[in-house]
């Protein structure tokens, strides 16, 4: 499991995360929701140690971070181009070669899963492609957690819906897996648990199954009940919960 306990960030003055604290249990698809801004990609780039928290600990199956942790880590950044001057066979072989956790049996089943191309060039291909070339890349490591920032924006309904079906296979099965987005009828069907977030803190955390069943509510009835305090809170001009 991944822990993110009472997370603060600030750049410079500027607050972003104040006090966050959600997890991501193995064998389950959790979404990190919140709208532009909240500050989703910063919590990946702490959890990924790419980036410094101002204070609190993230934990990673118990353990503050360690280099060895990457290799239970993937992280899928958002539609932006890796690696963009190679062909997608030497952005496999790059990745064969720099971890240790790249498994090339599964890499070839999703080339043939999203019709791929090895000799293509990555810079020519369309938004949708790239998208499943940083799926293809990420997904190839035998490792316990995903972390995916927003895997669904920008790409047309079609290639979304194979890209769902992704989430679907064994190929995310045993994992602890994070999608980031704002976009919630993109992954309503797909995902486990919802952590909902705004303003640098986590205003609720559920199961989704367990509304379902045992509120008979679906995740948007639970936004729209979380955050419409918010929407009227703007709308009379009244101070935020921050103050602000
Ligand atoms: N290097 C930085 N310096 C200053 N402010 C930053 C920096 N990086 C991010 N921010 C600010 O931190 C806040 C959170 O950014 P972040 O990218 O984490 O949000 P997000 O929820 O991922 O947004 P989006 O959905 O638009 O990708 C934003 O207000 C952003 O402007």
Do not use: C
Not at 182 to 208: A, P, T
Not at 209 to 226: L, P, Q, T
């Amino acid at each position: 499991m991944i822990e993110v306990k009472d997370v603060y960030k600030k750049y410079g003055k500027k607050k972003v995360l104040n006090g966050i604290n959600f997890t991501i249990p193995k064998g389950k698809i959790s979404s990190l929701i919140g709208i532009n801004g909240a500050g989703k990609t910063t919590i990946l780039n702490h959890i990924m140690n790419l980036l410094p928290v101002t204070s609190g600990e993230i934990l990673i199956d118990g353990e503050k971070f360690s280099p060895k942790d990457y290799e239970k880590l993937s992280f899928i950044p958002d539609a932006a181009i890796m690696l963009p001057e190679m062909k997608i066979r030497e952005a496999m072989d790059f990745m064969q070669e720099f971890y240790d956790t790249w498994n090339e049996e599964r890499a070839q089943e999703i080339l043939t899963f999203f019709r791929l191309n090895e000799k293509d060039k990555i810079n020519t291909l369309s938004k949708g492609n790239v998208a499943k070339v940083n799926l293809l890349l990420g997904l190839s490591l035998d490792v316990d957690y995903v972390l995916m920032d927003e895997p669904f924006s920008g790409i047309d309904i079609f290639t979304r819906e194979q890209i769902a079906e992704v989430f679907t296979s064994y190929l995310v099965e045993d994992k602890g897996v994070l999608i980031t987005t704002h976009e919630i009828h993109e992954i309503e069907f797909l995902v486990d648990r919802v952590i909902l977030m705004d303003e640098g803190i986590v205003l609720r955390e559920f199961n989704v199954e367990e509304v379902r069943e045992n509120e008979g509510r679906s995740i948007v009835d639970i936004m729209r009940e979380v955050y419409m305090p918010y929407a009227d809170e703007l709308n009379h001009h009244q101070p935020n919960r921050l103050g602000k």
